[in-house]
């Protein structure tokens, strides 16, 4: 085990400035008390190849390492087609296809996701947990984000969490939608208790949805839409709260002959890596679902 050579074990840190101590430095590398205190525990924290106490005060450039071990994933592994849009030591980028469930559940616990990913591992021989990053729905296609370990998944909630994760999604909705460009600035909360949906309400959570035309069609109209909040169904409910809810949604507008699902599909994250801290962008192209779909509104 090589501590001074990053792996998909081992993440390295050089210490830049004199006099900040074990747990300040990687504090400020945007490790949370939380890791490292797990980390340190299991003394998997070193400094220039050996243990050493989180009291330490570094000295510019010293090496810190943290070491990761592998791990076993519980997930009952499946043969599937999983689209890779990219791969490195921390990521598994996804294109998730239509009418797939992510994680298993009670009614699902075959046939997920996570089942296709687990098999992948295996096969690639990856020790790792999966960690979903970001959620899509069931019906919903396009970027999911695995981290391949603690370390990527901390880094990655993190800028989640602090909205600097940028998130474009394609939508084609019902109606003309006059105004080229537009903020939805509108709180989000259940319906009622039990039910799944969700409205605009007073007593929800700040959500914030910008959207804008990419193409008008007879009775149709294509978005490009923008989240800077996570809200479930949040592009759902606050087109559908504008008189424009999405095609094929069954949950908050209706079937429709031309696609078996709502018409959404999330196709560019920009994200900052979390041992670089490069921006690196992922895109992934329209499903054919809903090329068909545009095709038909073309022609109408």
Do not use: C
């Amino acid at each position: 085990m090589n501590l001074f050579e990053e792996s998909e074990n081992i993440v390295v840190f050089e210490v830049q400035e004199d006099r900040l101590d074990l747990e300040d430095f990687l504090s400020s590398k945007d490790i949370s008390g939380r890791l490292f205190r797990k980390l340190y525990k299991a003394k998997q924290i070193y400094v220039d190849g050996k243990f050493k106490r989180k009291g330490l005060t570094l000295e510019k450039g010293a090496v810190v390492s943290i070491y990761m071990e592998d791990e076993s994933e519980n997930t009952k592994p499946e043969k599937m087609d999983i689209n890779i849009v990219y791969e490195d030591f921390d990521f598994l980028i996804l294109n998730k296809q239509p009418n797939i469930v992510v994680h298993p559940t009670k009614s699902h616990q075959e046939n997920t996701l996570s089942n296709g990913i687990s098999y992948y591992f295996k096969e690639k021989g990856i020790k790792k947990k999966i960690r979903f990053v970001n959620r899509l729905d069931m019906d919903t296609t396009g970027i999911l984000i695995v981290a391949k370990n603690p370390f990527a998944h901390q880094q990655m909630a993190l800028q989640f969490e602090s909205h600097k994760v940028e998130k474009k999604y394609q939508a084609i909705v019902d109606g003309i939608v006059e105004k080229d460009e537009n903020y939805i600035n509108l709180p989000i909360g259940r319906e009622e208790d039990k039910s799944i949906r969700k409205t605009v309400t007073e007593e929800g959570q700040d959500a914030l949805t910008k959207y804008t035309v990419i193409e008008r069609y007879k009775d149709a109209t294509l978005l490009d839409v923008q989240i800077f909040t996570g809200r479930s169904h949040q592009i759902r409910v606050h087109l559908d709260h504008i008189g424009h809810p999405i095609i094929g949604d069954s949950l908050y507008n209706k079937e429709s002959p031309y696609i078996n699902r709502q018409a959404l599909h999330s196709y560019y994250l920009k994200v900052k890596h979390p041992r670089t801290k490069e921006d690196i962008e992922f895109i992934a192209p329209l499903p054919k679902d809903m090329e068909n779909l545009i095709n038909h509104l073309k022609n109408k």
